[in-house]
Structure formats: structure tokens, C-alpha cells
């Protein structure tokens, strides 16, 4: 999840481009929405030239101009997409973005909490405090007994190097389940 907006400072671009560049490396499929600005056309144009898989949400009108997409699935409205975007991934990254980037992080990390939904992992990309504020509000929250511990909901990280000891885990983790289920 990013920003996808032209008028997005060239940092958070920049920084948002650096994670993806990392991300890409380890042949994730790329599951995103359909906007063909900013940092998510940044993140797309890293994904094809990398050769990921990319898995791509939106309304059919956003859907006709994407033409890097592998995989099209067409939604009526944002609330849909959210919902695609959540049920295609297994890790959902969150870099810098709007509030449409917020909107969506507030909303998997409710579902989260709401089904203990432990086989999503949410990661939070906190570069330069980004998301402080963010953060700081949900600790408040939890203090004050009007949600649980969000920090069991999801990872935050600020380096590119925390992230991929964090992706390293999640790795494991999966393989893990992977090889458990295979056993079964």
C-alpha cells in the first residue's frame, strides 16, 4: 500500500521506491490497486522490471488503463477493493501514502483484531517517523482500554535492514506452515 499521488514529495517517493526495489528482489507476486500515479506507478514499473507477478484491484475504468497488470480484478468501489487486496495477500506492506493508505491500514488492522486473524501479517514501513503520530494515537487507545494490543496486529519497521529481517521472518513462518500442512 502507497501513495498514489503526482504531488507526493520526491522522499517519500524516493523511500517508497528503495522498499520496493527490496521487496521486488524476492519474486513476490505484488497485489495493489489500480492507480497509475505516484508511488504506485513507481511500485508497478519496479515490479515489471524485476519480472514479479503483479495482481492488480480497481474499478473497471482504473482496471482499462492498467497496462502492466498480470492479473485484473475488477471491484464497484473502494470498500471492495480493500477487501480483494486483503483476501489476495499474505503480507501487506504499508509505505508512505494519503489517506487512502491510512484508510486501509485502519481497516485490515480492525479485521485483524476483530477475527485474531494471525496468518496476515500487516507491516508498517515507519521511515523518518512517518506513522509516529499514527502509532502514538492506537498506544492511546490501547492504554485507555478502547482497543487491544495493536502491536500483536502488526510489525512496524524503519530500515530497510529491519525490513527484511522482519520479511526473513514471515518467510520462515509461512514455510513453516507450509511444510506442516504438506505433512497433514
Known amino acids: 500500500m502507497c501513495g498514489s499521488r503526482d504531488t507526493a514529495s520526491?522522499?517519500?517517493r524516493l523511500h517508497n521506491s528503495e522498499?520496493?526495489?527490496e521487496v521486488v528482489k524476492r519474486g513476490y507476486t505484488i497485489v495493489m490497486g489500480a492507480g497509475e500515479t505516484g508511488s504506485m506507478r513507481d511500485v508497478k514499473e519496479i515490479a515489471k522490471e524485476n519480472g514479479n507477478m503483479l495482481l492488480v484491484v480497481g474499478r473497471e475504468e482504473e482496471l482499462n488503463r492498467?497496462?502492466?497488470?498480470d492479473i485484473k480484478i475488477s471491484v464497484l468501489s473502494?470498500?471492495?477493493?480493500?477487501?480483494?487486496?486483503?483476501?489476495?495477500?499474505d503480507t501487506i506492506l504499508f509505505?508512505?501514502?494519503g489517506t487512502g493508505t491510512l484508510s486501509e491500514f485502519?481497516?485490515?488492522?480492525?479485521?485483524?483484531?476483530?477475527?485474531n486473524d494471525l496468518n496476515k501479517e500487516l507491516i508498517l514501513y515507519n521511515?523518518?517517523?512517518?506513522?509516529n503520530r499514527i502509532i502514538k494515537d492506537?498506544?492511546?487507545?490501547?492504554?485507555?482500554?478502547?482497543?487491544?494490543?495493536?502491536?500483536?496486529?502488526?510489525?512496524?519497521v524503519s530500515s530497510i535492514n529491519e525490513l527484511r529481517s522482519c520479511l526473513d521472518e514471515i518467510e520462515h513462518k509461512f514455510t513453516i506452515e507450509f511444510e506442516r500442512r504438506k505433512v497433514k
Not at 485502519?106 to 477475527?115: A, Q
Not at 521511515?127 to 506513522?131: I, N, R
Open 127 to 131: 521511515k523518518d517517523g512517518v506513522y
Open 106 to 115: 485502519i481497516s485490515f488492522l480492525n479485521n485483524k483484531i476483530e477475527l
Open 78 to 89: 473502494t470498500f471492495e477493493r480493500a477487501l480483494e487486496l486483503y483476501n489476495n495477500s
Open 95 to 97: 509505505l508512505d501514502g
Open 138 to 156: 492506537l498506544e492511546r487507545r490501547y492504554r485507555e482500554g478502547l482497543t487491544g494490543d495493536v502491536h500483536t496486529y502488526f510489525r512496524e
Open 19 to 21: 522498499v520496493a526495489r
Open 66 to 69: 492498467s497496462s502492466c497488470a
Open 10 to 12: 520526491l522522499g517519500s
